[in-house]
Nanobody, 127 residues
Framework: QVQLVESGGGLVQTGGSLRLSCATS????????MGWFRQAPGKEREFVAA????????VYADFVNGRFTASEDYAKSTVFLQMNGLKPEDTAVYYC????????????????????WGQGTQVTVSS
């Protein structure tokens, strides 16, 4: 059974940083692409970032504006989202998701291409 478990969320003030983790299996990391999405109260879920395949470039939503970095620890079957310069509008539940590599070409920002989703981790940014 596929499992993706997010952690690292919490409460920070404007300008603070958080590092989110998504623990998965070796098989998923080896055979699937990974992405990050978020959903704020009263808003639709939106794309945040997609982890680059080896030799490729990570993809980020425009609102990230250089503040976030996606990365991985392959040996630990874990992907990360480092978030710096957080703003109140970043408050949301953050989800990691996995997609079959053959479907990545459809567009990593599209929610419907992803096969598996984690339960999410809450990020709250206050002033």
């Amino acid at each position: 059974q596929v499992q993706l478990v997010e952690s690292g969320g919490g409460l920070v003030q404007t300008g603070g940083s958080l590092r989110l983790s998504c623990a998965t299996s070796h098989a998923i990391l080896q055979n699937y692409g990974m992405g990050w999405f978020r959903q704020a109260p009263g808003k639709e879920r939106e794309f945040v970032a997609a982890l680059a395949r080896s030799g490729g470039a990570s993809v980020y939503a425009d609102f990230v504006n250089g503040r976030f970095t996606a990365s991985e620890d392959y040996a630990k079957s874990t992907v990360f989202l480092q978030m710096n310069g957080l703003k109140p509008e970043d408050t949301a539940v953050y989800y990691c998701a996995s997609v079959q590599k053959r479907r990545v070409r459809l567009g990593v920002w599209l929610q419907h291409i992803y096969d598996y989703w984690g339960q999410g981790t809450q990020v709250t940014v206050s002033s």
